[in-house]
């Protein structure tokens, strides 16, 4: 019974921990899906500013993916069962919760560091039209539908997602920085060689989705 009861645990960890890897890696949202580009193209102009950026993202977008898990099963699945159209309800739901997320965000870094507060500038509220965040939620309520997530499972796809967007946009941030003292041919500067780096970035990305998928 203690052996099942341990291979049983040990399942269940590896499920997670590939979850949490494919989530970041393969299925990265923002280089896989694009979404969230826009703070991803203009916070990275500096490192600090996008390891902010990037850490507030894996907060917001992990307590919205478990708070909108919560809601999904205990709310709305069981008025869908009483016959009320709760798939419609869905993504109001969740741009409330968003909002009301993000602005506690907000309220909590403005308290613990005004640096990093007016580094993020208008950037910060504009999380809750981030459509990464929102479409985490979405694909989150696909694979508890599809493939039976549970809250630990949900809880690691949402660390993952916010994760593989801290990543993409710190590496994008240190890439800029070296581009500094590069010579680039005036054509290609400013957001040009962004966008192109931007296609290489996705490019590697996407060349790895066979390795492992949720």
Same mark, same amino acid.
């Given at each position: 019974?203690?052996?099942?009861?341990?291979?049983?645990?040990?399942?269940?960890?590896?499920?997670?921990?590939?979850?949490?890897?494919?989530?970041?890696?393969?299925?990265?949202?923002?280089? =896989?899906?694009?979404?969230?580009?826009?703070?991803?193209?203009?916070?990275?102009?500096?490192? %600090?500013?996008?390891?902010?950026?990037? *850490?507030?993202?894996?907060?917001?977008?992990?307590?919205?993916?478990?708070?909108?898990?919560?809601?999904?099963?205990?709310? *709305?699945?069981?008025?869908?069962?009483?016959?009320?159209?709760?798939?419609?309800? %869905?993504?109001?739901?969740?741009?409330?919760?968003?909002?009301?997320?993000?602005? *506690?965000?907000?309220?909590?870094?403005?308290?613990?560091?005004?640096?990093?507060?007016?580094?993020?500038?208008?950037?910060?509220?504009?999380?809750?039209?981030?459509?990464?965040?929102?479409?985490?939620?979405?694909?989150?309520?696909?694979?508890?539908?599809? %493939?039976?997530?549970?809250?630990?499972?949900? =809880?690691?796809?949402?660390?993952?997602?916010?994760?593989?967007?801290?990543?993409?946009?710190?590496?994008?941030?240190?890439?800029?920085?070296?581009?500094?003292?590069? %010579?680039?041919?005036?054509? *290609?500067?400013?957001?040009?060689?962004?966008?192109?780096?931007?296609?290489?970035?996705?490019?590697?990305?996407?060349?790895?989705?066979?390795?492992?998928?949720?």
């Amino acid at each position: 019974m203690t052996l099942l009861a341990a291979e049983s645990a040990s399942g269940a960890l590896s499920t997670v921990l590939m979850v949490l890897l494919s989530s970041a890696i393969t299925e990265n949202i923002l280089l =896989t899906r694009f979404l969230g580009m826009c703070p991803f193209l203009s916070i990275s102009k500096q490192l %600090k500013s996008a390891a902010g950026m990037g *850490l507030a993202v894996i907060v917001v977008l992990t307590g919205t993916c478990v708070i909108n898990y919560l809601l999904y099963v205990y709310v *709305l699945a069981p008025l869908a069962d009483r016959g009320v159209p709760a798939e419609s309800l %869905k993504l109001i739901m969740f741009i409330i919760t968003i909002a009301g997320f993000v602005q *506690l965000m907000e309220m909590v870094i403005e308290r613990l560091s005004l640096k990093l507060y007016y580094a993020l500038g208008i950037f910060l509220p504009l999380i809750t039209v981030n459509c990464a965040i929102l479409g985490a939620s979405l694909f989150m309520v696909n694979n508890v539908q599809s %493939k039976g997530f549970g809250l630990l499972s949900v =809880t690691a796809y949402g660390l993952g997602a916010g994760g593989g967007w801290a990543l993409a946009i710190l590496l994008m941030a240190g890439i800029r920085l070296r581009l500094q003292s590069a %010579k680039i041919s005036p054509a *290609l500067e400013g957001p040009a060689i962004t966008l192109i780096i931007a296609g290489i970035m996705a490019l590697a990305f996407v060349g790895l989705q066979g390795m492992i998928r949720l």
